[in-house]
């Protein structure tokens, strides 16, 4: 049962894994459209140009496998009988196919999905740019009021943080780069939590 349990908990963290990627896949309008996974076969029937998350659907599939591979071992060992166990057939067939299935689908997941992932950077730091949470980072130069004001101003206007700050302050050009680059609050709110777990 251990031996299942830890097989089973594989294919869990595998399975989020692959569901992670879907979901950051999905797009390019009405989704995260945060990656691209590789285009492994042709798309959609009913939509031209679509790409299927095929490879982490077939990883979804096989962890499905996983799970009903632990259930038939959990029943074969609850119809033991006293120090005997008739089952014990199940139970290796079951484990060393799970086994061998979960290693070919982590190496077709590795080759053939994770490896050729493409990140959408300039959307996501579109994104990031465009969120008025970033406008924090000016409290401690314009104070709060007045970077809400900026803040709310972007929102209602669709445009950045940036853009707005840069007409409604008198802080350089280059200081606002500086105080409102994503990548550096986010590196900094890194180090913040990670001083915190300390």
């Known amino acids: 049962m251990a031996t299942s349990a830890a097989i089973k908990s594989l294919a869990v963290h595998l399975k989020k894994a ?22 492994r076969q042709a798309g959609s029937s009913i939509m031209p140009a679509k ?3 095929v490879i982490p659907e077939c990883v979804n599939q ?20 006293l120090q ?7 139970m290796v067939h079951e484990l060393l196919t799970g086994m061998a299935l979960l290693t070919r689908a982590m190496e077709t997941f ?3 999905c994770v490896e050729g992932i ?18 924090a980072a000016l409290n401690h130069y314009i104070g709060y009021e007045h970077a809400a004001d900026i803040a709310a101003e972007a929102v209602h206007t669709g445009r950045t ?9 008198d802080l350089p050009a280059e200081q606002l780069d500086e105080i409102l680059d994503p990548i550096r609050l986010a590196r900094g709110l890194g180090q913040t939590c990670r001083e915190h777990r300390d």
Not at 62 to 81: K, L, R, S, Y
Not at 85 to 90: E, H, M, S
Not at 161 to 169: I, L, Q
């Open 161 to 169: 943080v940036r853009e707005v700050a840069g007409e409604r302050t």
């Open 51 to 53: 790409v299927n998350p």
């Open 110 to 112: 590795r080759v053939n």
């Open 62 to 81: 096989c962890c499905f496998t996983i799970f009903g591979m632990d259930v038939t071992v959990n029943w074969a060992v609850a119809e033991g009988q």
């Open 118 to 135: 493409e990140i959408n950077a300039d959307l996501g730091r579109s994104y990031a740019q465009s969120s008025p949470s970033i406008s």
């Open 18 to 39: 692959a569901d992670d990627l879907r979901l950051l896949n999905s797009g390019p309008r009405c989704g995260f459209n945060d990656l691209n996974v590789p285009a």
């Open 84 to 90: 005997l166990n008739a089952f014990d057939p199940v």
